[in-house]
């Protein structure tokens, strides 16, 4: 299978349904290494910091009951219930995640802000998923949000607030993980000092971020296993434990002592909620890489496997604090028995890296998915692995993440201060997501208003709960996450809200069709050889940068093809739906339009056969025309014709292609290929490529023939035929350069946003021509002003 087919069936290949028991058993073992690391070293840190204030025990154990009962019923009621029966279930094509729920939203109401949507985008198979019927009852609050433009705004600043906060966990999770292990060193070595251990973590975290461009495909086949023996490390000492120090420690099991223990600890109590609540860090990751497994594997891992561990662990702790109340701040590691204590250690900082790895991943695929749907500047995204789909590697993020980290870790130097920031973001992230699945159970699912208030209620009030508690540790690094989150909110609102108002500027600009037919020798207008590529945001009409060109130089190609490349609210595009074209103006301009659609989870390959595909559709898009223009009723015809511009979706089907592009990489073989198609009057190319060229380095050269067949229309081979002129002439690629502007009569906010922050973030972000991956010798550019 090719690549591309390989992307095409990327989001239905694993589905539960589909896949067989070995498949599914071997994605539940793989997710130990991609989902648990970060939940499954939480025993690490969470008594401590839960007993870090004012909380003290007494000899009667009700202050560990009850903390082991909120434990076991937190772990219970939202990994389990909560994510696992629910949440999973609300997948976006096999997508999962912060924006996976939005673009579920988006797809089945009109609450999508993305600027250039398009009627034709509708028509993607992975666009709708099957829903029962409308009623008046189901749809009030769809109509609702569709209403009112504030609320759909306060529902993406939603989406951008959890998301920032998973960025936030790509700061915390490295320290407080990492720290917590390695501060295991100090049971054993008693007087070594705090610095010793802060330069230790941060070596480690130095490493950890250095090799991350070398992409984690090549140690990945070990994250498995580590987290599988971390969990059974963690769940055979907390056997031991409870055997040796406290039996009857599973009394806790009852929920009267989680009553008891705020009736007896009151404000302490509550406050102490804030430690407790990191027995849940990393859930968040069990929906959030859902695309990467299925929801039966990931049930079976956490509840055949994680789940029981993990209640094992916090168990025998609490068996062992019963009996070793002075031994709080290092429990974990004084629980160890001495013979096993420096093989536990080990494993114990592999399994807080590996944990750490899944974070940092996780949070390079979130600032991808923003920069996907424009909600964030442009940066470098490097694809480290062939064999693992998706895993990208941002450089800028990266070394941001490390200094943050490193920041964290110095600044803090204690794992209760940075718990206090980091359950912060968890229990935010987490509201987001109760917040959003309520109006996926109202709009997608379309239950009852009962039954999502239920939702709504039960988990959205224990977790306002937890949240509170962690509210009162803000002043004690609860501001953390606080302040990265507002930083990261303000740079995607500035960036989004400058990119639509350059939108709202190039869409009342845009050049009519008028003006367009009036062009020819009056204006002195000339063609030359080639093929012009224009970029722009539009979808419909001419964008002003054209008629800023054309003023200023009066000539362009012999074809014009007006490329734009958008994003839809949709994980992926099935490579055979991802082109729609179109075209502008009489036959004989050559003017066409190319819309180029990628989903927020797409990979968008740094790829020399642009050119060529672009050629294969714009040849497939000549003969279907003709199709629909000369044979209205034939049955052969395939393509499916937009009322507004005529836009065509090509590749519909795959095998009614007449020309396609064979031979890439090292493995390359000289060849000279026909495709015969369907329709016999337009015959087939024929593709000659130079082996040498390839051998060389350089670029892949192709020729384009026209078959000979006498029943090809003249007119369709002459424009074919000026097509592969034009092609071997050369391609030049027009590009704006623009300069965007406040208006003078705006206001001092929007001022400061577009003058000063969206400038910035424009100078210091990759250039267009890079990330389209524009050829620098083919790249024109056009200087322009635009005064929003």
């Known amino acids: 299978m090719s ?30 290494g991609v989902i648990y690391g970060d939940l499954s070293t939480s025993p690490l840190y969470v008594y401590r910091s839960t007993f870090a204030g004012k909380l003290r025990m007494h000899e009667n154990d009700d202050e560990i009951l009850g903390v082991l009962s909120f434990i076991i019923y937190t772990l219970t009621i939202i990994p389990v219930i909560k994510y696992v029966f629910i949440v999973l279930a609300a997948d976006d094509n096999g997508e999962g995640g912060t924006f996976a729920l939005y673009s579920l939203l988006c797809r089945h109401a009109k609450l999508s802000l993305l600027p250039n949507q398009q009627a034709a985008d509708e028509e993607l198979s992975t666009y709708k998923l099957e829903a029962p019927q409308e009623s008046n009852r189901d749809i009030w609050m769809k109509k609702i949000l569709e209403k009112h433009q504030k609320l759909r705004t306060v529902l993406l600043i939603v989406v951008l607030l959890g998301t920032c906060m998973v960025i936030g966990d790509g700061v915390l999770t490295p320290a407080i993980s990492v720290l917590s292990a390695v501060s295991g060193i100090q049971v054993a070595a008693p007087d ?50 409870v055997v040796t120090y406290n ?37 968040e990751a069990m929906f959030a890489d859902l695309g990467h497994f299925t929801p039966l594997s990931i ?53 807080a890296i590996v944990g750490s790895q899944a974070v940092i991943s996780a949070t390079f695929s979130v600032v991808k998915q923003c920069l996907s749907l424009g909600f ?137 069709m008028k003006w367009i037919l009036t062009l020819g020798p009056s204006l002195g207008i000339v063609r030359v050889p080639g093929i012009g590529l224009i970029y722009t945001e539009l979808v419909t009409g001419v964008p002003a940068i054209f008629s800023h060109f054309v003023t200023n130089l009066p000539a362009f190609h012999q074809v014009l093809v007006f490329v734009c490349i958008k994003s839809v609210p949709v994980p992926y595009v099935p490579q055979h739906e991802r082109h729609l074209i179109g075209r502008i103006g009489p036959k004989g301009y050559r003017m066409y339009r190319c819309v180029v659609r990628y989903g927020y989870k797409d990979v968008h390959k740094d790829d020399n056969d642009f050119e060529n595909q672009l050629i294969v559709n714009l040849a497939e898009f000549i003969r279907t025309e003709a199709e629909v223009t000369y044979l209205p009723s034939s049955s052969e015809v395939t393509a499916e014709v937009v009322a507004d511009e005529r836009m065509t979706v090509m590749g519909n089907t795959p095998s009614s292609r007449i020309l396609n592009v064979f031979g890439t990489g090292s493995d390359f ?9 369907r329709v016999s009057p337009l015959g087939s190319f024929q ?28 007119a369709v081979r002459q424009e074919l035929q000026e097509l592969i ?22 206001s001092i906010i929007k001022r400061f946003a577009i003058d000063v922050a969206y400038t910035f973030l424009r100078r210091n972000c990759r250039r267009s021509a890079v990330a389209l991956s524009i050829p620098h010798i083919s790249l024109v550019e056009v200087g322009m002003i635009y005064y929003v």
């Open 3 to 32: 690549a591309t087919d390989s992307e095409t069936v990327r989001s239905s290949a694993f589905k539960p349904q589909n896949a067989s028991l070995k498949v599914i058993l071997l994605l539940a073992y793989q997710s130990f």
């Open 376 to 512: 964030f500047p442009r940066v470098k995204v490097v694809h480290t692995s062939k064999q693992i789909y998706g895993q990208v590697y941002i450089p800028e993020i990266n070394w941001m993440l490390l200094v943050l980290c490193l920041a964290v870790t110095v600044g803090f130097r204690d794992t209760i201060t940075i718990g206090n920031a980091y359950g912060l973001a968890v229990m935010t992230v987490m509201l987001v997501t109760t917040c959003l699945m309520t109006l996926v159970i109202l709009i997608v699912w379309r239950r009852s208003i009962v039954l999502a208030a239920c939702f709504l209620l039960f988990f959205g009030s224990i977790e306002a709960v937890y949240i509170s508690a962690m509210y009162i540790k803000v002043p004690e690094g609860g501001w953390v996450p606080l302040l990265l989150s507002l930083v990261f909110m303000s740079i995607m609102l500035v960036w989004h809200y400058g990119t639509t108002k350059k939108y709202e500027f190039d869409l009342q600009n845009k050049v009519s």
């Open 247 to 283: 039996p009857h420690i599973w009394r806790a099991l009852s929920p009267y002592y989680m009553y008891n223990f705020f009736k007896k600890c009151g404000k302490d109590g509550w406050v102490s909620l804030g430690g407790i609540v990191l027995c849940i860090t990393g859930t």
């Open 669 to 677: 073989e000289q060849s000279s290929v026909s495709v015969p198609t």
């Open 299 to 351: 049930k079976i891992a956490f509840g055949g496997v994680v789940y029981p561990c993990l209640l094992l662990a916090y168990m025998g702790q609490a068996a062992f604090l019963s009996k070793h109340r002075d031994d709080i701040s290092r429990s974990f590691y004084k629980s160890i028995p001495k013979p096993v204590f420096w093989p536990v250690f080990c494993v114990a900082t592999l399994a």
């Open 192 to 241: 070594l000092h705090d610095h010793v251990i802060i330069l230790v973590s941060c070596i480690i975290l130095v490493g950890l971020f250095a090799l991350q461009h070398y992409g984690t495909h090549r140690v990945a086949f070990i994250f498995a296993p580590v987290v599988i023996a971390w969990l059974f490390c963690i769940s055979s000492i907390g056997v031991y434990n």
């Open 725 to 746: 002129e034009a092609k071997e002439a050369g391609v030049a690629y027009v590009l704006g350069h623009s300069y965007v502007k406040a208006k003078k009569s705006s």
């Open 687 to 714: 593709i000659t490529e130079e082996n040498e060229a390839i051998r060389a380095g350089c670029k892949k050269r192709v020729r384009f023939e026209i078959s000979k067949s006498p029943d090809l229309d003249p």
